[in-house]
Nanobody, 116 residues
């Protein structure tokens, strides 16, 4: 089994910043692809950013240039630095890890609210 625990969500003002963290634990014996997704009320879950074992990154169009994903392979941590936050970034943010052969595990999610 694999467990993911997100932290760092909260309330930010438009133009502000937040940093999310995700800790992966359990039966993880190799460095796995990880990512962040988000789901706003009434909308489908969407890609925010992914990062491979070799730190190759991919971003959703709506966050490019504002968000940065990074990881610490030693501690099985993944981070999401969110700058220039906008009200449309309000959502529950989920961390995901992909285990072999293609099994996805999700965290419980952390709420991010951007409002003045």
């Amino acid at each position: 089994q694999v467990q993911l625990a997100e932290s760092g969500g909260g309330l930010a003002q438009p133009g502000g910043s937040l940093r999310l963290s995700c800790a992966a634990s359990g039966r993880i014996f190799s460095i796995r692809p990880m990512g962040w997704y988000r789901q706003a009320p009434g909308k489908q879950r969407e890609l925010v950013a992914t990062i491979s074992r070799s730190h190759v990154t991919n971003y959703g169009d709506s966050v490019k240039g504002r968000f940065t994903i990074s990881r610490n392979n030693v501690d099985n941590m993944v981070y999401l630095q969110m700058n220039s936050l906008q009200p449309e970034d309000t959502a529950v943010y989920y961390c995901k890890i992909t285990m072999p052969p293609s099994q996805d595990y999700w965290g419980q999610g952390t709420q991010v609210t951007v409002s003045s």
